[in-house]
Nanobody, 124 residues
């Protein structure tokens, strides 16, 4: 079992930056791929970024590429999402998720464990 707790979401002005954190419990965190997803009101949950178990492979949605960076610290059992140049359209609840495969997936249904989410709001 893995429990995930996100933090770091808040209201920020357009152009600003935030770093989200996702703290995991459980001994097997370091063998899991991790992903960040987001869901805006009235929209489906969408993939934001994924990272494999070692941190050597990463993938991003086109909408956040070159602005967001995913990273992980397996010793601290934490995955991060650094978000720069934020836009109002980035406003959403952000979720981290764990995939028991070592390789990340872009598909939410592949992920086995989910956090409760953290709200990111970007004002124009």
């Amino acid at each position: 079992q893995v429990q995930l707790v996100e933090s770091g979401g808040r209201l920020v002005q357009a152009g600003g930056s935030l770093r989200l954190s996702c703290a995991a419990s459980g001994r097997t965190f370091s063998s899991y791929a991790m992903g960040w997803f987001r869901q805006a009101p009235g929209k489906e949950r969408e993939f934001v970024a994924g990272i494999n178990w070692t941190g050597s492979n990463k993938n991003y949605a086109d909408s956040v590429k070159c602005r967001f960076t995913i990273s992980r610290d397996n010793a601290e059992k934490t995955v991060y999402l650094q978000m720069n140049s934020l836009k109002p359209e980035d406003t959403a609840v952000y979720y981290c998720a764990a995939f028991t495969s070592g390789n990340y997936s872009n598909w939410a249904y592949d992920y086995d464990y989910w956090g409760q989410g953290t709200q990111v709001s970007v004002s124009s």
